[in-house]
């Protein structure tokens, strides 16, 4: 006899439904041995040069002189705030970053307001303003070097002469403004297209109804669109801050850290001490100095993007 019951019509019951099994995290699938080679191999990547850094702070290395050695205890790090270029360097760290990153959000939001408008060549525009941000640092940095700020045959010392001006050595006048108009000219294509990418998701009704209501441009930018890209911007603020706080190619093809320590930088002081001193000890300590700033920044950097992100 069949398992399927009969009614009193002689109809057969209809069978109940099949409760499925709840699955747990990897539906089911123990996922550990395949993360765990990815895994092991970012610690490794992270965790041995920091260890290395730090075993170094503490210790007597010099490449010229091998026979010194041994531990140092807090005495590298007592050099190093006897220094006054380590001072002079986190000022220099923090005009960059700073100003650099002033520099591209306002002219990001700007430049995101004005593309955001329907013209004549968009497409074509938009892409020759975001293909700096492609060009590799260095390219960059002799690009500006040599055919742009070179007081002999730069581009910039012929429309000088051309106006009857004499050419200015833009890296020796201004050291740290000209290295700091390249980062600007690196990075702000990356904040265009951060905040032209949020004002594309921005209701277009909204807009209309803020020009019927005789809304000007200014006040559409700053009371409608600013205030949405609100979070774009401070996710850019991020961004850039941390890229800006390891600035170095830049710096190693212009101006090579001067006049003097006009440009030095943390991370140009640590090159200095590591490869042109020889002191690795000297350097591990600042490198110390530098990762403690830098988790610092970023614990400060994720709470206030993470408190913008709450919806």
Request: proline share 6%.
């Amino acid at each position: 006899m069949s398992a399927t019951t009969v009614s009193g019509g002689g109809a057969p019951a209809a069978p109940g439904p099949r409760q499925k099994k709840k699955k747990g995290p990897g539906g089911g699938v123990n996922t550990l041995p395949l993360l765990a080679p990815s895994v092991i191999l970012l610690l490794i990547w992270m965790i041995v040069p920091l260890a290395m850094t730090l075993f170094f702070a503490f210790r007597r290395y010099n490449l010229l002189n091998p026979m010194i050695h041994g531990w140092a205890g807090i005495n590298n790090f007592k050099f190093l705030f006897r220094d006054p270029a380590l001072l002079h360097s986190l000022v220099v760290s923090v005009v960059i970053v700073v100003g650099v990153i002033v520099i591209t959000v306002c002219l990001g939001a700007i430049l995101a307001a004005v593309f955001n408008q329907p013209f004549r060549g968009q497409g074509i525009a938009r892409v020759l303003m975001i293909s700096p941000f492609f060009v590799m640092p260095t390219v960059s940095a002799l690009v500006w070097k040599n055919l742009l700020l070179d007081p002999v045959n730069g581009l910039f010392a012929a429309m000088f002469r051309m106006v009857g001006l004499q050419p200015i050595a833009w890296f020796s006048v201004f050291p740290l403004g000209s290295v700091m108009t390249i980062l600007c000219w690196e990075w702000l294509p990356y904040a265009f297209l951060i905040l032209f990418t949020a004002l594309q998701s921005m209701d277009e009704e909204q807009l209309e109804a803020a020009r019927l209501d005789g809304a000007t441009p200014f006040d559409i930018f700053f009371n409608i669109q600013l205030p949405h890209m609100a979070r774009a911007i401070s996710v850019t603020i991020m961004i850039e801050m941390i890229f800006l706080l390891g600035v170095f190619a830049e710096i190693y093809v212009t101006t090579g850290g001067g006049p003097g320590y006009a440009t030095t930088n943390l991370t140009f002081l640590i090159y200095q001490r590591a490869l042109l001193a020889f002191n690795v000890g000297g350097a591990s300590a600042a490198g110390v100095i530098a990762i403690i700033l830098a988790n610092i920044v970023s614990a400060f950097l994720t709470r206030s993007v993470a408190k913008r992100l709450e919806v």
